[in-house]
């Protein structure tokens, strides 16, 4: 729930001191999912994915959303959500069999909220670069659903575990800059998370009503897209947006505590709250 990647003014940066993070977090994920890529049998199927892939990376290097190392980097993610196994074992999976349709709903979602009210983002010092994002930022969002991804291309499981945990990180990732990106513009000065004191927009850790009804209807969206799209249960369904709501407030408590400090910067603290809905859908999963 807080401003994507940026900081006000009177905060200390310490985004060069943390950029190791950073890299770290796209050494973790961008490898394995080219790999992973690079282990899919060549079939009819797998050259449609490897080309919706390209053009949706080419797309958004066109919008100015991305970077072209960014664009790359969300290009081999979105190969490995595409044509991953993650549908429960004998299920058709629907129409769309892979994690596709969630995700660009979560494009769609995002890339809409960042464009809107960007006029008083730019007043406030707290608008997204005009060069979109970068490689890290985009691994830090998507990374946690393109390991699962990989995953289940090497250790095919049965039943909804995969689709679960990739539905609930990528609805997290969707709730999350949402939260950002809207509150900011519609819910005024938010709340420290830690404190409830009023705090200006773009503080780490700080939320409003605005921003939190807005991710949240974010996240269910995601849900709602992956539910016809993995063939989802309403129990998986609940167990996946539990984990994103809970990754959402779990992102805003590290923003108040550990990236204020600074112990973690941002594309850390999204890729752990990533984690955490995933971990927390899983946990929810298990008790069903």
């Known amino acids: 729930m807080r401003v994507k990647d940026q900081r006000v003014a009177a905060e200390p940066r310490n985004d060069n001191k943390l950029r190791w993070q950073s890299w770290l977090v796209l050494a973790a994920v961008a490898p394995w999912c080219a790999l992973a890529t690079l282990q899919l049998q060549w079939s009819g199927a797998t050259q449609i994915g490897l080309a919706i892939s390209l053009g949706l990376a080419l797309l958004v290097w066109l919008a100015r959303a991305a970077t072209p190392l960014a664009a790359l980097t969300g290009g081999v993610i979105t190969a490995v959500l595409s044509l991953a196994p993650l549908c429960p074992s004998g299920a058709d999976g629907g129409p769309f069999p892979s994690a596709l349709p969630p995700l660009l709903a979560l494009f769609l979602l995002t890339f809409s909220a960042t464009k809107f009210g960007r006029s008083k983002k730019e007043q406030l010092g707290v608008a997204e670069d005009k060069r979109g994002r970068n490689a890290a930022q985009v691994a830090a969002n998507l990374g946690v659903a393109g390991l699962a991804a990989a995953a289940a291309l090497n250790v095919p499981l049965p039943g909804p575990l995969y689709a679960v945990v990739v539905t609930a990180a ?115 999963l298990t008790l069903q």
């Open 170 to 284: 990528l609805a997290e990732a969707t709730a999350d800059t949402l939260a950002s990106e809207l509150g900011e513009v519609l819910g005024g000065p938010p709340l420290l998370l830690t404190t409830l004191r009023r705090v200006a927009p773009g503080t780490d850790g700080a939320v409003s009503l605005a921003g939190t009804l807005a991710g949240t209807s974010g996240a269910v969206v995601v849900v709602l897209v992956a539910v016809f799209a993995l063939r989802l249960g309403p129990g998986n369904a609940v167990c996946a947006g539990l984990g994103a709501i809970a990754g959402l407030f779990v992102d805003s408590l590290l923003g108040a505590t550990a990236e204020r400090r600074g112990w973690l910067n941002n594309d850390g603290v999204n890729f752990l709250s990533t984690l955490a809905a995933s971990a927390i859908a899983t946990g929810a």
